[in-house]
């Protein structure tokens, strides 16, 4: 299978034209740094999670909970704002702005002394984190050619598995051997307890300023350039990726689109019944790639393979594995999202987790322990790689009409984040009354409601222009 194809030329689906491969891959992989610092970001602190509370002293569900949730709390804000800042200053700027913040508020966290502080700094992270996943998708959605286009943001997803899993090693790596039966004492006076779990979020800065340094080579968003009166300097973006006639082609198209959009000014707002129908659907979406609850493993690693039997010792390596898999099967999703579309795969990603996550409730509630219960989380974790976890971002950053696609792709990812909140937050409370078994119980009967409602709701659009798409709904 021809999973990533970097030829100097390919021919564009939508309009004909050869488009410079080479090129469209290379910036498109500068945008989705910022996807690779919001896995990162976000995953660091469940390696961080057992020396951080104990040198916290953080015992209570409700602390615990708020440790890892708190950053949500930024993700929401960045969300919110990146529509505002997305549609004033284009998709470049904001992204630079996360870069910085990124960068900033890794150290910060790693050198807070009060758990007050730690929280603020998370929250700040959180905000890049909004900003990132809001846009990075956006960004590279607008600058692909159709036929590239599921490829490219789905390589957005695959930058923050990529993130995910070198957070895994990277904590892996830092953390020093503690024995099993460490007391709580040893824990938090041991090298991981006061300085390992600082050096865990601190080495974030690295990355942050590498993405902060390579957006500035980046050009801006040809669309959001179209739409904002540099139909130039649009033509000039285009005419890099695909020549002169590719940029002709596209650029009649985006002016058909923009002219089309001025004749029906009037109805052009989130409350047009036509855009509530399809905000709905991106917000479905959003909710949906959080509570299936596979963030859950990501984030709650340590409590999930506690209870599968797996000693302290075993846990940070498993976490690994876990990471490792959620890379090889996104790099899989990278073949199969324009090959067999979006439908096809958000309706087997949400029935195969339905099952799994049903037989590892029961599992776990037969008391299974050992290898059984990682190959089910393993499972799991592969059928979302390769389903919801792309295919979501793609669908979300392509359903939009221009004119509203900041702001409506804003919205979803606040609701995405908003779902990610309940679910992180929720989680200690489940697991102390429902047990695992219950919790991944509720989890299979949200993916099984999820794929009722794509069947019935998700239109397929692969290999469609970004216009061509929002024809589809008038």
């Not at 099993?180 to 307890?193: F, K, P, R, V």
């Not at 009037?266 to 019944?273: F, M, R």
């Not at 493993?297 to 302290?312: D, L, Q």
Request: glycine share 10%; aromatic share 12%.
């Amino acid at each position: 299978m021809n999973i990533i194809s970097l030829a100097d030329e390919s021919a564009d689906s939508s309009t004909g034209a050869p488009v410079k491969s080479l090129y469209v891959w290379t910036v498109a992989s500068i945008g989705a740094l910022g996807g690779f610092l919001f896995g990162y970001d976000w995953v660091v602190i469940g390696g961080a999670k057992p020396f951080y509370e104990k040198f916290f002293s953080l015992t209570l569900p409700s602390q615990q909970g708020w440790a890892m949730s708190c950053a949500l709390i930024g993700c929401l804000l960045g969300a919110l704002a990146s529509g505002t800042l997305s549609e004033r200053f284009g998709r470049k700027g904001p992204l630079i702005l996360a870069g910085v913040v990124f960068s900033v508020s890794s150290i910060g966290t790693g050198m807070a002394d009060h758990f007050q502080v730690f929280v603020l700094w998370r929250i700040l992270g959180g905000f890049a984190i909004g900003l990132a996943s809001s846009l990075s998708p956006v960004y590279i959605a607008e600058l692909a050619p159709a036929h590239l286009r599921g490829k490219l943001v789905s390589l957005n997803q695959l930058t923050i598995v990529f993130g995910i899993l070198l957070a895994q090693v990277v904590n892996w790596l830092i953390a020093k051997p503690i024995p099993s039966t460490a007391s709580a004492s040893e824990i938090l006076n041991s090298w991981n307890g006061q300085v390992g779990w600082r050096w865990m979020f601190g080495v974030t800065a690295i990355p942050s300023v590498l993405f902060l340094l390579a957006m500035f080579f980046a050009p801006e968003s040809p669309r959001w350039l179209a739409r904002n009166g540099s139909l130039n300097k649009a033509k000039a973006v285009l005419t890099r990726i695909g020549g002169e006639s590719y940029s002709q082609a596209v650029s009649s198209e985006i002016q058909s689109s923009i002219a089309a959009e001025r004749s029906k000014a009037s109805l052009g707002t989130l409350l047009d019944p036509r855009i509530r129908r399809i905000l709905w659907l991106g917000i479905s979406l959003a909710v949906l790639q959080q509570w299936c609850g596979i963030n859950v493993i990501f984030n709650y690693a340590e409590e999930v393979f506690s209870a599968a039997g797996f000693p302290v010792s075993d846990i940070l390596f498993n976490i690994v594995v876990t990471g490792a898999v959620n890379v090889l099967f996104t790099i899989f999703a990278l073949g199969t999202v324009d090959r067999y579309g979006r439908r096809v795969l958000m309706l087997l990603g949400s029935a195969g987790l339905t099952v799994i996550y049903a037989l590892l409730g029961l599992l776990y509630h037969l008391h299974g322990r050992g290898i059984p219960m990682l190959i089910l989380v393993v499972a799991a974790i592969a059928c979302f790689a390769m389903t919801l976890a792309p295919v979501t971002w793609v669908v979300i950053s392509e359903i939009f009409p221009s004119k509203i696609r900041g702001a409506a792709v804003s919205i979803a990812v606040t609701a995405l984040w908003s779902a990610c909140f309940v679910l992180t937050y929720t989680f200690p409370f489940l697991n102390k009354a429902l047990g695992a078994s219950g919790t991944f119980w509720i989890y299979a009967c949200i993916c099984a409601i999820g794929f009722v409602y794509l069947a019935f709701r998700l239109p397929e659009t692969k290999g469609k222009s970004l216009e061509a798409i929002e024809q589809m709904w008038s």
